[in-house]
């Protein structure tokens, strides 16, 4: 991965053409293009990477582990970061202090350690549940119909704001054979917000092979990275 000018020129391609697919998405679905978040992950790239893109315009970046997005959050503490990825409880204390944000909230014990840590560094934290749509067993996040019980959990803990749900759709080389997957988390979102009297604005959902599907499905947070960084470097 090249970076520097370099890097920002092709990160600035790479996020024009996104805009481009994103509003052809909307307009197939009668969605305002401002209603959808681009949250650039960028796991696995360097702090470089984070730069240019912050650099090309996207305020909301994500990452996966704690460990690796210390230095980057350092580097860059203007961007709204988003933790993506699996949190175990033990990070939870870190997590609060760099990610705004948590996608990944699946089981009401972390929910409570998230809680507990935001109060110590009086924070607030906005947070989306997990959900496990296609049930796949290397997946996180809690079987849809298990939803409501965490959602109503994180309504009564004070330092969590319960945004909407998230959700990672099966690796699949065509994306409409995910579309029942986005279809189901919108629907559950919905059923869930009614059922709770909670607005639950937020669906996380589409990465670079399925976002456009997701946007036409509803998603409000699209979570790219090698649509707007390339292939991740590996190692
Ligand atoms: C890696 C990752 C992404 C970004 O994936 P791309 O396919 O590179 O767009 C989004 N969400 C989660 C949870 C991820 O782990």
Known sequence: MTVGAIGLDLVRHNLEAVRLRLAAACARSGRDPASVRVVAVTKGFPAEVAMAAVRAGLRDLGENYVQEAREKVRALPEATWHLVGHLQRNKAREAVRLF??????????????????????????QVLVQVNVAGEAQKHGVPPEEAIRLAQAVLRLR?????????????TPDPEGVRWVFRTLRTLRDDLAHRLGAPLPELSMGMTDDFEVAVEEGATLVRLGRALFGERPTG
Not at 159 to 171: K, S, V
């Open 100 to 125: 705004p944000w948590v996608h990944s909230l699946d089981s009401e014990s972390l929910a409570e350690e998230l809680d507990r840590r935001a109060e110590q560094h009086d924070r607030v934290l």
């Open 159 to 171: 330092r969590l704001r319960l945004r909407g749900l998230m959700t990672i759709a099966p690796l």
